[in-house]
């Protein structure tokens, strides 16, 4: 049975109860953000005669999946989950992976029906879990609609590593009133003030990795992890086509989490000594010199990393764009600061009309102290 949330359908009925169940189990799902990947963020509820025994989320990867520790939390209080309604927010899997398949163990337990937000972009599941289920006797109900669109904008990253091979590229902008992402001498740091920066790092926390231009590490020295929120550091990547940056770079840090993509057949003596200060040096196919984007973007997915957030410089993320590899835009704007130098995002898309130009949906903007932020979905990327 396919239910569409929006229609309401059943006035006052059945499926706003599912979707009030379903946004619990989402927020749940939300507690792994930035925990789960490869894996991605699940939330459970478990309902029996109108009442919730039994709640639960996937919180790492390894770690149990959603179903069970749900299943386990009802136990725990006492519940037999026999003829109960289990609301997941992803189509429980079906294939032993680090843990057995949820789905044998829904039938294991004679839940009576499975409510699902989403099926399971993994070709390892896709609707095996449902058939699973369904094939038991269980009744399945998958809801669309804009829970399901939630449910999918969650776990975009691993949505796109699934269906398009590569990580869900956001791109971070800090510019001036006018436009310039940095001075002529290349200097980008503290464009913006505290509560943008505050801003910016509860995004590295939210992704697996954040990538910037070797150009940024020469001319700021960033560090590029998690300091003014509490979270979890993210991967570091640094597109470095002939391997300039220096083995000193406090990018590198000292927790193995500092990737140097790089063009085929780079200095051996130099990734040498970037080895031997603690990064990992990736040689990535490469056209006329230059890391090729996608082949970036691919290995990347193959480390594991579902969600990517790009923050320059100027070229890197007019790179992104240029090549339609960008698919989330966040641009903060020092709403008191005028550059007049330097460089902004030059795409060189040749638009002849300004309705042609590159659009944010859905966007929305915010004050953050004297600086500016808008976001939105990038009109260039693939749909979920
Ligand atoms: C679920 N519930 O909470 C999660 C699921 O290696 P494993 O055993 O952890 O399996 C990982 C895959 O299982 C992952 O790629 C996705 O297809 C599914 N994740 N499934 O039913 C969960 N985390
Ligand atoms: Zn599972």
């Given at each position: 049975?396919?239910i569409?949330?929006?229609?309401?359908?059943?006035?006052?009925?059945?499926?706003?109860?599912?979707?009030?169940?379903?946004?619990?189990?989402?927020?749940?799902?939300?507690?792994?953000?930035?925990?789960?990947?490869?894996?991605?963020?699940?939330?459970?509820?478990?309902?029996?005669?109108?009442?919730?025994?039994?709640?639960g989320?996937?919180?790492?990867?390894?770690?149990?999946?959603?179903?069970?520790?749900?299943i386990?939390?009802?136990?725990?209080?006492?519940?037999?989950?026999?003829?109960?309604?289990?609301?997941?927010?992803?189509e429980?899997?079906?294939?032993?992976g680090?843990?057995?398949?949820?789905?044998?163990?829904?039938?294991a337990?004679?839940?009576?029906?499975?409510?699902t937000?989403?099926?399971?972009?993994?070709?390892?599941?896709?609707?095996?879990?449902?058939?699973?289920?369904?094939?038991?006797?269980?009744?399945?109900?998958?809801?669309?609609?804009e829970?399901?669109?939630?449910?999918?904008?969650?776990?975009?990253g691993f949505?796109?590593?699934?269906?398009?091979?590569?990580?869900?590229?956001?791109?971070?902008?800090?510019?001036?009133?006018?436009?310039?992402?940095n001075?002529?001498?290349?200097?980008?740091?503290?464009?913006?003030?505290?509560?943008?920066?505050?801003?910016?790092?509860?995004?590295?926390?939210?992704?697996?990795?954040?990538?910037?231009?070797?150009?940024?590490?020469?001319?700021?020295?960033?560090?590029?992890?998690?300091?003014?929120?509490?979270?979890?550091?993210?991967?570091?990547?640094?597109?470095?086509?002939?391997?300039?940056?220096?083995?000193?770079?406090?990018?590198?840090?000292?927790?193995?989490?500092?990737?140097?993509?790089?063009?085929?057949?780079?200095d051996?003596?130099?990734?040498?000594?970037?080895?031997?200060?603690?990064?990992?040096?990736?040689?990535?196919?490469?056209?006329?010199?230059?890391?090729?984007?996608?082949?970036a973007?691919?290995?990347?997915?193959?480390l594991?990393?579902?969600?990517?957030?790009?923050?320059?410089?100027?070229?890197v993320?007019?790179?992104?764009?240029?090549?339609?590899?960008?698919?989330?835009?966040?641009i903060?704007?020092?709403?008191?600061?005028?550059?007049?130098?330097?460089?902004?995002?030059d795409?060189?898309?040749?638009?002849?009309?300004?309705?042609?130009?590159?659009?944010?949906?859905?966007?929305?903007?915010?004050?953050?102290?004297?600086?500016?932020m808008?976001?939105?979905?990038?009109?260039?990327?693939?749909?979920?």
């Amino acid at each position: 049975m396919r239910i569409k949330y929006s229609q309401q359908n059943f006035p006052g009925g059945i499926t706003i109860i599912h979707t009030e169940y379903m946004s619990r189990a989402l927020s749940l799902a939300r507690n792994g953000l930035g925990r789960t990947s490869p894996n991605p963020m699940v939330g459970c509820v478990i309902v029996k005669d109108g009442q919730i025994i039994g709640t639960g989320w996937h919180h790492k990867c390894g770690n149990p999946h959603a179903e069970i520790e749900a299943i386990n939390d009802a136990h725990s209080r006492g519940h037999d989950v026999r003829g109960s309604t289990v609301y997941v927010t992803l189509e429980p899997c079906s294939h032993y992976g680090k843990t057995p398949p949820c789905a044998n163990r829904l039938v294991a337990e004679w839940v009576g029906h499975v409510v699902t937000a989403m099926r399971d972009p993994n070709p390892k599941v896709n609707g095996r879990g449902i058939s699973i289920l369904r094939e038991a006797g269980i009744t399945v109900t998958e809801l669309e609609g804009e829970i399901t669109e939630s449910a999918k904008f969650l776990n975009k990253g691993f949505v796109f590593v699934h269906k398009y091979g590569r990580p869900f590229v956001s791109l971070k902008a800090a510019m001036s009133l006018d436009g310039r992402m940095n001075l002529a001498n290349g200097s980008s740091k503290w464009i913006t003030g505290l509560e943008a920066r505050t801003e910016a790092h509860r995004m590295r926390a939210e992704n697996d990795a954040v990538l910037v231009g070797v150009g940024t590490v020469l001319a700021d020295d960033p560090e590029l992890t998690v300091r003014l929120v509490d979270g979890v550091n993210p991967m570091r990547v640094i597109l470095d086509s002939r391997l300039r940056t220096p083995p000193s770079a406090k990018v590198i840090g000292t927790d193995g989490k500092c990737i140097i993509l790089t063009a085929e057949n780079s200095d051996r003596q130099q990734k040498k000594a970037l080895e031997d200060s603690g990064a990992k040096v990736e040689e990535v196919p490469s056209s006329g010199g230059h890391v090729d984007l996608f082949q970036a973007l691919r290995t990347l997915a193959g480390l594991g990393v579902l969600t990517l957030m790009a923050e320059g410089g100027p070229e890197v993320l007019s790179a992104f764009l240029r090549e339609g590899l960008a698919d989330y835009m966040r641009i903060f704007t020092a709403s008191a600061k005028i550059f007049g130098e330097g460089r902004g995002l030059d795409v060189g898309a040749g638009f002849r009309d300004v309705k042609a130009a590159f659009t944010l949906t859905g966007a929305r903007t915010l004050i953050l102290g004297g600086d500016i932020m808008t976001e939105g979905r990038l009109s260039c990327s693939p749909g979920l």
